[in-house]
């Protein structure tokens, strides 16, 4: 319990260092695309790092959303060097989510859940892993609450990086390169996620009731 308490306070306090960095720094209330990225403009080298402690925070703690970062990291750095501080930053973000909710929150989801076997330590990676990917896909799912759900389950933390990092790449790229020009339709954007949780359900239902399938076969093949 005590090291819980500690990593906890560490992760407060870091974050709570570095949101007072970002003011001290000047940074802008108005968190548009155009006013961030002309902030960042003007902090010279920093700006990279600056921006990744930006979407840290944003997936940590939120509320800012993750996209409108990618945007702004377009704007400020170029489509390959946008895309690749945001991913960065996201990517950093998504995994201290991940260990929070795997050092506060894992052992009692399991003592609560026991039979769940997405918290089963021998239950399917692959699974897992494409529930992760699938999720990152499409934006219209919490990037945060993603992060700190999977820390929960079973999923071995490079696969959770890896499927993070694959996952939300091509969105972050089509953000960074058009920046606040671009705008996810709403209507697509729920037809889209709402086609992800319909594979989501049937996933798990189709390995259950054709156990010998080639699909299920493949998703449970390595643990």
């Known amino acids: 319990m005590a090291l819980k308490i500690t990593i906890l306070l560490v992760v407060t306090i870091a974050l709570a260092?570095?949101?007072?960095?970002?003011?001290?720094?000047g940074m802008p209330g108005n968190l548009s695309p155009q006013a961030l990225s002309a902030w960042l403009s003007s902090q010279g080298a920093t700006g990279p790092l600056l921006l990744m402690l930006l979407m840290v925070i944003a997936v940590v703690v939120g509320p800012i959303p993750t996209l409108p970062i990618s945007a702004?990291?377009?704007?400020?750095?170029?489509?390959?060097?946008g895309t690749a501080v945001a991913a960065i930053g996201a990517l950093i973000g998504a995994m201290a989510a991940f260990w929070i909710a795997r050092c506060l929150g894992r052992e009692m989801a399991c003592k609560r859940f026991p039979d769940n076997s997405l918290l089963a330590r021998d239950g399917s990676q692959r699974f897992l892993?494409?529930?992760?990917?699938?999720?990152?896909?499409?934006?219209?799912?919490?990037?945060a609450l993603i992060s700190y759900a999977a820390g929960v389950t079973a999923i071995h933390a490079w696969r959770f990086a890896l499927a993070t990092f694959i996952g939300m790449l091509p969105m972050t790229v089509v953000f960074a390169g058009l920046?606040?020009?671009?705008?996810?339709?709403?209507?697509?954007?729920?037809?889209?996620?709402?086609?992800?949780?319909?594979v989501m359900v049937w996933l798990p239902w189709s390995v259950k009731r054709h156990p010998q399938s080639r699909l299920a076969r493949w998703l449970h093949l390595h643990q």
């Open 17 to 25: 260092g570095a949101w007072w960095l970002l003011q001290t720094l």
């Open 72 to 81: 702004t990291a377009g704007l400020a750095f170029g489509v390959i060097g």
């Open 129 to 143: 892993t494409v529930m992760i990917l699938l999720t990152r896909l499409i934006p219209v799912f919490s990037f």
């Open 179 to 198: 920046g606040n020009t671009f705008t996810l339709n709403p209507v697509l954007a729920v037809v889209a996620g709402l086609a992800i949780l319909a």
